[in-house]
């Protein structure tokens, strides 16, 4: 079994991604790992040379500026490293997510045994979706909770955005993939980075969806679905926290919720008395 994972990054370091961390944890799972490079502003090309690891592939690219609809200037980006994967199993890694050590050999595993049934199509994490500090996971239907992020490399998927596949079973017709857990989850830092980061990343990226920067406040939030995280960082990311994350959370005792998060609290409740996930899933689960 042959395992490639892939991502694309622009500006890694401009924005306060923890983006060596992301690739250096990918390595510890994958064969090869393709970087899809935009052209950039710091030494992001530079640094991800300088891991210098032979399964590393590099393919520097140019983003199209003029393409403002939904984010779909990722989707290519994405795409591009993708359709320069040879292996079996096609691992897309963010570069704001992190695997845990502990969890590589049970990913690498869950691979290994889906390999030879073809209707697991992709391979579905949990979410540790942090938020304002390494101290606080947030949740609610506003935080995906689940998502695939291993497609089989045999069959036509692309992707119209950086969360999901659509599998093109038929030539005119899309679905999403079949898929089984992985039964560990992926570790999302990107709203812990440092707030000035944050809102550097937000001017940049607003233009590719067509959208007006705000500033962002880590405070302005919803409080009540933030819970102490009681899991383990992985280790690689730990001196990242130090020098790029916020450390410490204070929320906004006069903040005032919006529309959404009114319905999302009302979403959670109706959630508990039927026991049941509500949010959209981009995957249908034929094994669990």
């Given amino acids: 079994m042959k395992v490639s994972g892939f991502t694309f990054l622009r500006n890694g370091t401009l924005l306060g991604y923890p983006y060596i961390e992301s690739l250096n944890s990918l390595l510890s799972v994958c064969d090869e790992v393709v970087v899809a490079v935009g052209k950039s502003d710091d030494d992001t090309l530079e640094r991800v040379r300088a891991i210098g690891d032979a399964r590393i592939r590099v393919i520097e690219t140019t983003w199209n500026e003029d393409m403002q609809d939904r984010g779909y200037v990722y989707a290519q980006q ?25 969890d590589a050999p049970k990913i690498r595993a869950a691979m290994e045994k889906h390999l030879a049934n073809p209707e697991v199509e992709a391979l579905v994490f949990d979410y540790h979706h942090f938020y304002g500090c390494p101290d606080l996971v947030a949740k609610s239907p506003a935080w995906y909770r689940r998502a695939p992020r291993i497609i089989r490399n045999t069959i036509r998927s692309w992707a119209p955005d950086g969360l999901f596949w659509v599998v093109m079973h038929q030539n005119k017709r899309g679905r999403y993939p079949n898929a089984a857990l992985v039964g560990c989850p992926i570790y999302h830092y990107g709203h812990v980075r440092s707030s000035a980061k944050m809102n550097e990343k937000i001017r940049q990226v607003s233009r590719y969806w067509n959208h007006t920067p705000k500033a962002h406040d880590y405070s302005q939030i919803d409080a009540s679905i933030l819970q102490p995280f009681k899991g383990k960082h992985p280790a690689i990311v730990q001196p990242w926290f130090q020098d790029y994350a916020e450390l410490v959370f204070t929320a906004d005792p006069q903040y005032r919720l919006s529309k959404r998060e009114k319905r999302h609290r009302w979403q959670m409740k109706v959630e508990k008395l039927l026991g049941r996930d509500l949010t959209k899933k981009h995957y249908r689960l034929v094994v669990a």
Avoid at 79 to 84: R, Y
Avoid at 85 to 98: P, Q, T
Wanted: proline share 0%; with cysteine; net charge negative.
């Fill in 78 to 102: 994405k795409m591009i490293a993708q359709f320069n994967c040879s292996g079996d199993w096609a691992f897309y890694l963010e570069g704001d997510e992190v695997i845990h050590e502990e």
